[in-house]
């Protein structure tokens, strides 16, 4: 699975649009971008994933550049409950991604009141 | 419906004995992933079950073994424990047929080994 790079930290506004970037230079062509998150204590919780096309759920929307290089989570109005643990993670379908999902360090997203 | 539950949630035990920990996944899901959580290493993850069968491995010791059953619970047992297999152990199930990850996550078990 293709290696990801996320800033160890970020801050954001209650109320204010979250963007979390990530960076998967060396994603294949058949390769899915995942966002999960991880509130303290829990286990992780997925939020969206896509292939090339930006997509947008109940949650959140993934933008993913043309080149597929990078990607940005977006939470458009942040809750204090946002704050969490944010892990982008790279990984195919099937063969030897089966079940697996490889966590990097993540981001830890704070939202200030 | 009811989502993924793991047994026991807090665990103690000592070095060198053994140690099983269960999952029950969520009805009709018939993956399960086994993940260990460290505060030095992260989220690793240790196999994955599918119709009763390892499907995948990650790197860990034989000591880190595994099984599913028909109804699609799952079990993961450490033998010999060490001090640094302390950790909280996640299971996760995702759907029959998802070509994709998208991992319904537990609660956890948090084993301490003194």
């Known amino acids: 699975d293709a290696k990801t790079t996320q800033p160890p930290s970020m801050d954001c506004a209650e109320g204010r649009a979250a963007n979390l970037p990530c960076n998967h230079s060396t994603i294949s062509g058949n390769e899915y971008v995942y966002w999960y998150r991880q509130i303290h204590s829990q286990g992780p919780q997925y939020i969206i994933h896509g292939l090339k096309n930006n997509e947008t759920n109940e949650m959140a929307s993934l933008i993913i550049t043309e080149d597929r290089k990078s990607s940005t989570l977006i939470l458009p109005h942040a809750t204090l409950r946002d704050t969490a643990v944010y892990y982008c993670?790279?990984?195919?379908?099937?063969?030897?991604?089966?079940?697996?999902?490889?966590f990097g360090q993540g981001t830890i997203l704070t939202v200030h009141p | 419906k009811a989502g993924v539950t793991q047994t026991p949630r807090y665990l103690i035990k000592t070095r060198g004995q053994q140690v099983t920990l269960s999952c029950s996944p969520i009805s009709g899901h018939r993956s399960v992933s086994w993940y260990q959580q460290t505060p030095g290493q992260g989220l690793q993850f240790l196999f994955e079950?599918?119709?009763?069968?390892?499907?995948n491995k990650g790197n860990f010791p034989g000591r880190f073994s595994g099984r599913q059953f028909s109804n699609s619970r799952s079990e993961m047992n450490v033998s010999t424990l060490e001090l640094g297999d302390s950790a909280l152990y996640l299971c996760a199930s995702q759907r029959q047929g998802s070509s994709y990850n998208e991992q319904f996550f537990g609660p956890g078990t948090r084993l301490t080994v003194l």
């Open positions: 993670i790279v990984s195919g379908a099937g063969g030897t991604s089966y079940g697996k999902l490889t």
């Open positions: 079950y599918f119709s009763e069968t390892q499907r």
